[in-house]
């Protein structure tokens, strides 16, 4: 017998398991506010969900409507982008680590805010070191559509 094909990478697997430990205590206070404190499981279960079937935003989003009905269309999808981009930055990061990546940097999106871009105009810093912000590894800021990925020393 052949093992199944394995479409998700380690990394989204690693996002994926640490979502449902723990996607609701890292969402930031602005979004976490909107959530019943009962629901917190539901909402792990289904960020989590989001991740290992590759819904993106509006298919996380929808999902964690179907559990938490009293959420509005924007606040899911809010909750959604911000609790995938959560755990998969601290996939990657963990992933950097573990390898022995020895430095990091920021790519920042189109309309990066100040904090992403200044984190972004450090350049390559260590990984273990937090950026200008004050991070770790993304998200910097709310809707925050930046990652980190692994850097050359500059030459
Ligand atoms: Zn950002």
Known sequence: ???????????????????AK???ECLPSELLKYVRENDYYALNIAISDGIREMLGVPG???????????????QAQMIAHSGMARAMEEATFHKLLRRGIKL?????????????????????????????SGHLHGPFCLGCCCAISAARTPS
């Open 22 to 24: 723990h996607a609701s």
């Open 104 to 132: 990091k940097q920021v790519i920042i999106g189109p309309n990066a805010c100040p904090i992403c871009r200044a984190n972004h105009e450090q350049g390559p810093v260590p990984v273990a070191q937090p950026f200008r």
């Open 60 to 74: 996380t989003g929808r999902r964690i409507r179907k559990a938490l009905p009293y959420l509005s269309v924007g």
């Open 1 to 19: 017998m052949c093992p199944p094909i394995d479409r998700l990478g380690e990394t989204a697997q690693n996002a994926a398991q640490s979502a």
